[in-house]
């Protein structure tokens, strides 16, 4: 008796997981042959009688009381069923197998069909999601028979279902589009010059076919090279109209395709008319003899699409920018020989184009300003002293990011701090060497790398240990190296990754070590020294130390014994070693720990 109760249980679980939800979905009613009619009160937005749900009106229900791990329910155009497309398919789903909460996979329709659903005949499938099964290929007797996706093999896109209905057949997943092979309604790559006859586009963009011909086609279109500076044509120089070897600028085309470039000379007409291969390509121009085209390479078309016969204009907008140097928001003091004539300049401002990386450096006169025309674009700006008393000799980037429009003034301002540089070994101070008392000597060098350009700057440390220096304010990586000292390691130690100076304040560089006792080995035991490392000028081995902070490397030669002591950085390491005077341990550098780490 009690068998019998468990299979009815089972018999009635099974119809309400598989059999029920397969109706409600579908908006079919298997108690009759009569396709259902959508409720007169359907699209008010109110939950009313006969209707599953209304629009946003839901009933509370949401994917995941469908089964669903998420994602987003709506209802069906007919309000006697929900819409689970938007709804996440189980990990599960694809396998085939119906897994709970599927209600189908892939094949797997738990025995449905269009005739279990109450339709006359048709193909039933299930939805790519596992959620519901699809019924849009079902219909009743009398009715249009309404064409799949499967029917006709589309992957992607929307169809006729020759029902008078249109029906979407979904996506395209990764780089692939919708009729991308050049097939429509099937997902495929795109190959962008097209195929050879004979060869189709694939899915991954490669021409593929069995022909014996290739037939390597270059199309060509004819077009007109135009310069132009601020919309107009160029004024060429005097030179420009005497010599018909002279060019008033030159246009260049570079193949996004393949990176081929051709540069093309511009007459002093300021035209030209040339074949292409139509392709894409990114066109700039630059000045030659010309009095208002500039000499910078300036590009006027990222990605210009050259299918046909066209006219290709250059244009190089520019701007008059007065460009300023500053110290602390202050203008820098020239020093004696600034005003000793034109070959001297105050500073140096660079500006450097975003978009095509051209780089032009502007000597700025020993007033601190000087006025020039650029090209329209997106700059790094930076300063740095040439003959200045106060502007310091170091390259600082002042703008990161600066778009250039319309005429207009740019400061570059070097804000400075004075920092005192210390040197430490373990927290203490190193022992200068009895050479160190010469001012010639220093004990250590500091060097600090700005983390915004890269601009490394090396400080010689006195034999007290300190220096006192101005700086740019910026970000630094801080490193320290013993030079004339007895205990400070002529090793570059990283002591800062990441330093902020936007003060006065004291940056102490110091270098904690550890006693290491190194030990070679060749499969766990002591290698055999060969008859020459008795000799005290021969090493059993090598032992390499790489410092993955900085890459700093230092190579140990091993004794006779196996062993060596040294004091070295706490830091991480790569350690290898390789044999040398030794009769089995080979002379190969091999990687004996990838990572170790001295706290």
């Known amino acids: 008796m009690r068998s019998q109760t468990n299979f009815f249980t089972l018999l ?19 108690t009759n042959n009569k396709r259902p009619q959508t409720p007169e009160t359907c699209g008010n937005g109110q939950l009313d009688e006969g209707e599953v749900c209304d629009g946003e009106q839901l009933g509370g229900e949401t994917c995941e009381s469908q089964g669903a791990t998420g994602g987003q329910l709506g209802c069906k155009s007919t309000c006697l069923g929900f819409e689970l497309t938007q709804c996440s398919a189980p990990a599960t789903c694809g396998d ?68 008078g209905e249109t ?15 050049g097939e429509e309604n099937i997902c495929g790559a795109t190959c962008p010059q097209g195929c050879p006859d004979g060869f189709s586009c ?62 093309y000379d511009i007459p002093c007409n300021g035209s030209l008319e040339v074949a292409v291969p139509k392709d894409t390509y990114r066109v700039s121009i630059q000045g030659a003899h010309s009095t208002d085209l500039l000499r910078r390479e300036f590009q006027t078309h990222a990605n210009l699409v050259v299918d046909s016969d066209m006219t ?60 020039v025309k650029i090209p329209k674009d997106t700059y790094r700006v930076s300063v740095e002293g040439r003959f200045s008393s106060d502007l310091l000799r170091r390259d600082f980037q002042t703008h990161a990011n600066l778009v250039v429009d319309a005429d207009m003034t740019i400061t570059a301002n070097m804000p400075t701090a004075t920092v005192q540089l210390v040197a430490q070994l373990n927290g203490q101070a190193p022992q200068p060497s ?95 020294p060969s008859s020459q490392c008795a000799d005290d000028a021969y090493q059993l081995a090598d032992i390499t130390l790489t410092s993955l902070t900085n890459g700093e490397v230092e190579e140990y030669g091993v004794d006779c014994d196996g062993t060596l002591e040294v004091e070295i950085p706490k830091d991480t390491y790569a350690v290898s070693i390789e044999g040398r005077s030794s009769s089995d341990l080979l002379r190969q550098e091999y990687l004996a720990i990838q990572r170790i780490e001295l706290n």
């Open 434 to 528: 009895s050479q160190c008392a010469d001012d010639a000597y220093q004990l250590a060098d500091i060097t600090l790398t700005s983390l915004t350009n890269g601009e490394v700057k090396e400080y010689g440390v006195d034999c007290a240990g300190t220096l006192e220096v101005e700086i740019p304010k910026d970000t630094y990586r801080v490193s320290v190296e013993g030079r004339y000292s007895s205990d400070l390691l002529r090793r570059d130690f990283q002591t800062h990754a990441n330093l902020v100076v936007d003060a006065d304040m004291t940056i102490t560089a110091n270098m904690p070590t550890a006693t290491v006792q190194l030990v070679a080995q060749l499969n766990g035991q002591a290698p055999q």
């Open 312 to 371: 290709i204009t250059a244009n190089m907008p520019t701007a008059t920018v007065q460009l300023v140097a500053q110290l602390n928001g202050q203008a820098p003091q020239p020093s004696s020989q600034c005003s000793g004539g034109d070959a001297y300049q105050l500073a140096d401002i660079t500006l450097v184009s975003l978009t095509n990386g051209e780089v032009e450096e502007y000597g700025v006169d020993c007033d601190g300003t000087l006025e």
């Open 96 to 163: 085939d197998t119906i897994q709970s909460p599927e209600v189908c996979d892939g094949s797997d329709l738990a025995g449905a069909s269009c005739e279990s659903l109450g339709f006359d005949r048709g193909t039933l499938t299930c939805a790519n999601n596992c959620l519901e099964v699809n019924s849009s290929g079902c219909s009743y007797e009398g009715e249009c028979q309404p064409t799949t996706c499967a029917d006709v093999g589309a992957q992607c896109g929307s169809i006729d279902n020759g029902c």
């Open 167 to 181: 029906l979407n057949c979904g996506g395209c997943d990764g780089d692939l589009s919708c009729g991308g092979s």
């Open 12 to 30: 009635c679980l099974f119809a309400l997981l598989v059999i029920a939800p397969l109706g409600c979905s579908d908006d079919s009613d298997a």
């Open 202 to 263: 694939n899915t991954l963009g490669v021409c593929t076919g069995d022909s014996d011909t290739i037939a390597v086609n270059m199309p060509t279109a004819t077009v007109e090279l135009v310069a132009q500076v601020d919309g107009q044509a160029p004024q060429p120089s005097s030179q420009c109209g005497s010599n018909t070897s002279y060019r008033l600028g030159y246009i260049k085309l570079v193949s996004i395709s393949n990176g081929e470039e051709e540069e």
